[in-house]
């Protein structure tokens, strides 16, 4: 479930920072701007008409060749994961990321020049509580193509560790871990991102890394270079003179760590995370991991935050004296036993309500529903939280004994868990639309057990008695 952990922060000002698209070789200017609470990320594109907005969710990825790619609408951003890895290892809930190209400037392959222009905007906190997703289960997502396998565990923080493979020498198996997220911008920001010979020569032929300066990627020479192949480079870089150095990379530039291959991928995995659109308490283990199998584990991860969100069960204290007794109940609803479905109100505002009802054996309709298997009926369960919703209507009028409730609607109706005798059931309610005319549209749901039992959308009428 998701718990509360500290305050959302945004940043303190807008600031700005300029430099070229990896792949399309692009001046671009990214501008972070601070957001409201509950923001959270998203990316707008200035250089298109109505400067639309595609938000940072695992939705909307559409490939993963050469970097995580999102497009929403027909409007793209390329290569995402370097961005949003800053704005997660520095805590940061809520930004607009503003861009005038498709993809943001990939600077030197790494996240240090975000993290860089962040910390001199300010980082500030907000009002609203942040909501953290803590992993109670074992979540995983494997490629069974590649052998790539994403995992999380429970932990009591969030932690990620990559082991990566190549199967080349040149490269070997290395691993990196990431034990707080607070090391994240002296451990892990500055791991830049890296190629194979032999990926760099397809992308050159077909144009695909024009802004690729040789500054801001390590590449791996994993196949023997001739002097033709040499020159094409030297050529595409901008370089009088290149050569393999004996750890089997290109000379133009110096590794930072031995594993930094191994620390960029567990970059690319903080940022393409963040896609799943909520902080995560677990500890990751990511074997090979991928864009690929990194957003199809954010997907996943999104669908099941989702769920439990929705099915999340309101705790509510049964023992506090209640708001209203079965007494003022009466007074209020011209419903009587055996058609008196809710014994207590809880809670009871503007735009909610909050019933409940203690089910026993002695209800009269387990005589025949079913005789020697009780089961309270599905219709019955929504009369209940009809009930509990005609208290809301009738606490808008001064005079609710002069009034009777009508149902006009019931759509959306569900029914999740058996109620059994025993059961205490919980009913919340609350306005979708504001009470117009007599006339209350609401959401309601009943609970037993900790467990969602029935929900629909309900519409009812109160009409003064004849």
Known sequence: MNTVSGKQRT????????????????????????AQENHGYAFKRVDLEGQPIIEA?????????R??????RGVKIQTSEHVLAALVGLEIDNVLIELDSPEPPIMDGSSKFFIEALEKAGIVEQEADREVYVVKDVISYKDDATGSEITIIPSDKYTITTMVDFGTKVLGTQNATLENLSDFKTEIADARTFSFLHELEMLLENGLIKGGDLNNAIVYVDKE??????????????KEKLSVKPNGILDNLTLHQPNEAARHKLLDVIGDLALAGTRIQGKVIANKPGHFVNTQFAKKLAKIIKLEKRNKVPSYDLNQPPLMDIHQIMDMLPHRPPFLLIDRILELS???????KNVTMNENFFVGHFPGAPVMPGVLQVEAMAQTGGILVLSTVPD??????????IDNVKFKQKV???????FHCSLITPIRRGICHMQAYAYANNKLVCEAELMAQIAKKN
Do not use: C, R, W
């Open 400 to 409: 609710p004994e002069n009034y009777l409730t009508f149902f006009m609607k």
């Open 11 to 34: 940043i303190a000002k807008e600031i700005s920072l300029t430099g070229v698209g990896l792949h399309t070789g692009e001046n671009v200017t990214l501008k972070f701007l601070p």
């Open 57 to 65: 969710d695992a939705n909307y990825v559409v490939n993963t060749q």
């Open 350 to 356: 503007d735009s909610h309500v909050v019933g409940m």
């Open 225 to 238: 270079i001739s002097d033709a192949t040499m020159k094409k480079l030297e050529k595409a870089f901008n």
């Open 420 to 426: 059994l005798p025993g059961d205490t059931l919980v």
């Open 67 to 72: 970097g995580t790619n999102l497009e929403k």
